[in-house]
């Protein structure tokens, strides 16, 4: 399974569009990369999910370069509200695959 | 309401007990996955089962077991309780192994005194 690395915290104002990136440097051909969003005491909430190029939601937008050794989720105007814990996945889909987060990254976004 | 439900909410037991916490997955999702989070700490895997069959085990301890009934739904055992089996435990559940169709409850948090 591709590890995956993010920074363990960081802060925004409203208004702000925040970047998050995350390192897979041994991402395997046949790995998609997964973003979910986690508030405090609630299960974890899909959020985008890519292979490459860019992927746009009504949520959010997912970056990743030609080498897919990173990917950047980007959050347009965030609100208090989008203060919570962001963890990147990457794995294949199909059987077998064991969802792994890692720590994630915690987006504090104040006012 | 995601659709998946988990119970009990809360427990509170003490060191040595037995508990079982019980998932009911999303309506037509056969694969069930069982998530340990410790207090400001990200989301251990601890193990997946598929149309009722174990298919990924991940840091499960050897004290905790899980299985998954004929009517899907799950439930995982967690004995000889340590006070540092304190957590969030969340049930997942998806149609199939996809990254993206993963359906969280709302956790049981467990408690050891």
């Known amino acids: 399974l591709a590890k995956t690395t993010q920074p363990i915290s960081m802060d925004s104002y409203e208004g702000q569009e925040v970047n998050i990136t995350c390192s897979h440097n041994?991402?395997?051909?046949?790995?998609?990369i997964t973003w979910y969003q986690q508030f405090p005491s609630q299960g974890p909430r899909f959020i985008i999910q890519g292979y490459k190029t860019k992927v746009t939601n009504e949520v959010a937008s997912l970056f990743i370069p030609a080498d897919r050794k990173s990917s950047t989720l980007s959050l347009p105007r965030v609100s208090l509200s989008d203060t919570a814990v962001y963890y990147c996945l990457v794995g294949f889909q199909g059987g077998g695959f064991k969802t792994i987060f890692g720590a994630g990254t915690r987006l504090f976004v104040k006012a | 309401d995601s659709g998946v439900t988990q119970t009990p909410k809360h427990l509170i037991t003490a060191t040595g007990q037995r508990v079982t916490l019980r998932c009911s997955p999303r309506?037509?999702?056969?694969?069930v996955y069982w998530y340990q989070q410790s207090l400001d700490q990200g989301l251990q895997f601890l193990i997946q089962?598929?149309?009722?069959?174990?298919?990924a085990k991940g840091n499960i301890l050897e004290r905790f077991s899980a299985q998954q009934f004929p009517d899907l739904h799950s439930e995982l055992n967690l004995s000889s309780l340590e006070l540092g089996d304190s957590a969030l435990y969340f049930c997942?559940?998806?149609?199939?192994?996809?990254?993206?169709?993963?359906?969280f409850g709302s956790g049981t948090r467990l408690t050891v005194v």
């Open positions: 997942a559940s998806s149609v199939v192994d996809r990254t993206d169709g993963y359906t």
């Open positions: 309506s037509g999702d056969l694969s």
């Open positions: 041994n991402i395997a051909t046949n790995d998609y």
């Open positions: 089962y598929y149309n009722g069959e174990e298919r």
